[in-house]
């Protein structure tokens, strides 16, 4: 994740976009359409870890993903997890939840896998970095 997670494309997902603190990518599996990925461009691997300022900026960036996922893939509600057992580097799935999904179902990451078509993952791309552009971070009060 530390090596290839500024890189426009690799194995697991493509490039939305790049702030100060965070890369914002969208998951080839979208089995969850819309799942995407903000992983913080420092390598710490607890958030316990980083200073106030960066954890808020940390989670201004999951907040602006997550209005970009949902003015694209008009989710019902969109859930975060973060974990990091598996790869230690502070990371937050946002996992869109749509109305076709049964609300009883426990969330799978793992699920599928479902890849879309070259085309229709690029034209996904190309539109969540659209709505993030068009979206303005959240100002502090």
Not at 10 to 21: E, F, I, Q, Y
Not at 101 to 130: C, E, M, S, Y
Request: charged letters at 20%.
């Amino acid at each position: 994740m530390c090596a290839d997670a500024d890189l426009p494309a690799n194995d697991h997902s493509a490039l939305v976009a790049t702030t100060g603190t965070s890369h914002v990518r969208l998951a080839r599996n979208q089995h969850h359409a819309g799942y995407s990925l903000v992983i913080l461009r420092e390598h710490v691997v607890d958030m316990a870890e980083l200073p106030l300022d960066q954890l808020a900026s940390f989670w201004r960036d999951v907040q602006r993903a997550a209005r970009a996922i949902d003015e694209v893939f008009r989710s019902k509600k969109i859930d975060y997890l973060v974990m990091g057992h598996r790869m230690p580097h502070l990371h937050c799935h946002l996992l869109p939840q749509h109305a076709t999904d049964d609300p009883l179902r426990n969330v799978n990451i793992a699920g599928g896998p479902t890849h879309l078509p070259p085309d229709a993952f690029h034209d996904a791309v190309t539109a969540l970095q659209r709505a993030w552009e068009s979206s303005e971070p959240t100002r502090e009060t």
